[in-house]
T-cell receptor, first 111, second 117 residues
Framework: LAKTTQPISMDSYEGQEVNITCSHN???????ITWYQQFPSQGPRFIIQ???TKVTNEVASLFIPADRKSSTLSLPRVSLSDTAVYYC????????????FGAGTRLAVHP | NAGVTQTPKFQVLKTGQSMTLQCAQD?????MYWYRQDPGMGLRLIYY???????DKGEVPNGYNVSRLNKREFSLRLESAAPSQTSVYFC????????????????FGPGTRLTVT
């Protein structure tokens, strides 16, 4: 199974940059790395997806090194509303074993 | 657009009862998914439907059945509920997905909180 490993929890303060790293040692050549955000009592929401190097959108950046065995989600200048659980997911063709959500990283942003 | 809708939002069942969770999407997506999420854990895939007329088992299919009624709707049925099925159930959809695509964004519904006593 395509398995990812993330820190269980992180703490930060408003205005800081937060980096959450995900390990995915057995990523396949055609797999993409996707990050989701989940607030309490809601379904996960797509944040960003990438294949290699760097991807940036209006809310986050995703850094993927050349070996693709890890990736880092970067949230610039977090606010209290960024308090949520963040999931790293390796998605690819071939079957359901590509849709494995780990326990995620619980980010708490403090005033 | 409503996106992905799920009914009901909450349900309490007694052991052995049956029920169907409904899911619909209005984004003309081809693929749909059912997940369960237990406290403090990530989501686990129960079943998925790559396209209308097809369904496949995910990681935890035992005790569940699904129906892809049409392109919009994907239902999950518990034939004989057990306390171990107490969970929050999420439906999701994507434009393309398993088994052929490598890149797809999933859109999730708000979830159904199910308690089996």
């Amino acid at each position: 199974l395509a398995k990812t490993t993330q820190p269980i929890s992180m703490d930060s303060y408003e205005g800081q940059e937060v980096n959450i790293t995900c390990s995915h040692n057995n990523i396949a050549t055609n797999d993409y790395i996707t990050w989701y955000q989940q607030f309490p009592s809601q379904g996960p929401r797509f944040i960003i997806q990438g294949y290699k190097t760097k991807v940036t959108n209006e809310v986050a950046s995703l850094f993927i090194p050349a070996d693709r065995k890890s990736s880092t989600l970067s949230l610039p200048r977090v606010s209290l509303s960024d308090t949520a659980v963040y999931y790293c997911l390796v998605e690819g063709s071939g079957g359901y074993n590509k849709l494995i959500f780990g326990a995620g990283t619980r980010l708490a942003v403090h005033p | 657009n409503a996106g992905v809708t799920q009914t009901p939002k909450f349900q309490v069942l007694k052991t052995g009862q049956s029920m169907t969770l409904q899911c619909a999407q209005d984004m003309n997506h081809n693929s749909m998914y059912w997940y369960r999420q237990d406290p403090g854990m990530g989501l686990r895939l129960i079943y998925y439907s790559a396209s209308e007329g097809t369904t496949d088992k995910g990681e935890v299919p035992n005790g569940y059945n699904v129906s892809r009624l049409n392109k919009r709707e994907f239902s999950l049925r518990l034939e004989s509920a057990a306390p171990s099925q107490t969970s929050v159930y999420f439906c999701a959809s994507s434009e393309v997905g398993l088994p052929s695509s490598s890149s797809y964004e999933q859109y999730f519904g708000p979830g159904t909180r199910l308690t089996v006593t």
